[in-house]
């Protein structure tokens, strides 16, 4: 039975993912703000017994690490620590009203995606080294970290800090046998997209993304793009001049400011 720590799971791609491991028989431990949202979400899934809820802000690092120990202490060890939490605002640099939620926005998207591991680490390690080859650290990056896009500039910044840093982290754990494993989303058909006032190529529903984002975890794949369209989409941008994209990113839609709030998940 695999032990999965999952943060943000309230919504979205943690829920989709909880329901996914749920139904392969794992046990969970489940975080989020929203504690009656997590509730029922635990209640819904197969053998609702073995998971555990933590109803918590994941910037508080505190929290987050005390509810790490006590999954650790309850399952007798972990798997599997799926960093998901994220929030997604439009903002813009001009603005200093907006230095606050870039600021929120780098707590949670990246800082928690640290703290998300670090109390795990010890424990991974052990497991690794006592022959447990499912060892993983899984961070949810997304392909606006890929290259910077407009009016979301501290999303995309937040999200390429995760890619840069899980690949440090990867490097670092190399020779312990904890693989660590980057997950960058395109469009995913979410409360975080829904209110995207532009189109989204390739739109894939949660539930098919949870299905490729579990086989691309359980093989230990180090980066992958899911759709894997948006890899090739992404890999031509990176390719371009930059005199070529900044015309053809000129104009291009932004994302509200002052976002509703299904665009904070976690």
């Keep these: 039975m695999k032990r999965i720590f999952i943060t943000g799971a309230s919504s979205g791609i943690g829920a989709a993912l909880a ?3 749920a139904q392969q028989g794992a046990a969970l431990g489940l975080v989020a703000r929203r504690g009656e949202v997590l509730e029922q979400l635990a209640a819904s899934l197969p053998n609702p017994e073995r998971h555990r809820i933590y109803p918590l802000d994941v910037t508080d690092h505190a929290a987050l690490a005390q ?7 309850a399952m007798d060890g972990i798997d599997v620590v799926i960093a998901n939490a994220g929030i997604s605002h439009g903002t813009l640099t001009e603005c200093a009203e907006d230095l606050p939620v870039v600021e929120r926005i780098f707590a949670t998207n990246l800082m928690a995606t640290v703290a998300s591991f670090t109390p795990f680490i010890a424990a991974l390690r052990k497991q690794a080294q006592s022959g447990n080859r499912h060892c993983r650290l899984v961070g949810i990056a997304s392909v606006t970290g890929i290259r910077g896009l407009p009016g979301v500039g501290a999303y995309s910044a937040s999200k390429a800090s995760v890619i840069s840093y899980c690949e440090s982290l990867r ?4 020779s312990t046998g904890i693989k660590v494993v980057t997950i960058s989303p395109g469009f995913i058909d979410t ?3 829904r209110d995207n006032r532009y189109s989204m190529p390739f739109l894939m529903p ?4 949870a299905e490729r984002a579990v086989r691309a975890i359980d093989s230990g794949t180090s980066y992958t793009v899911i759709p894997w369209q948006m890899g090739i989409v992404t890999k031509l941008l990176r390719m371009l001049p930059n005199l070529i994209y900044d015309i053809a990113l000129a104009k291009a839609p932004h994302k509200a400011r002052n976002a509703p709030e299904q665009n904070e998940v976690y």
Excluded: G
Aim: aromatic share 14%.
């Design 206 to 209: 949660v539930e098919k993304f």
């Design 19 to 21: 329901q996914r491991y």
């Design 191 to 193: 409360p975080m997209t």
């Design 67 to 73: 509810a790490a120990a006590d999954f650790i202490d």
């Design 171 to 174: 490097v670092e754990l190399k």
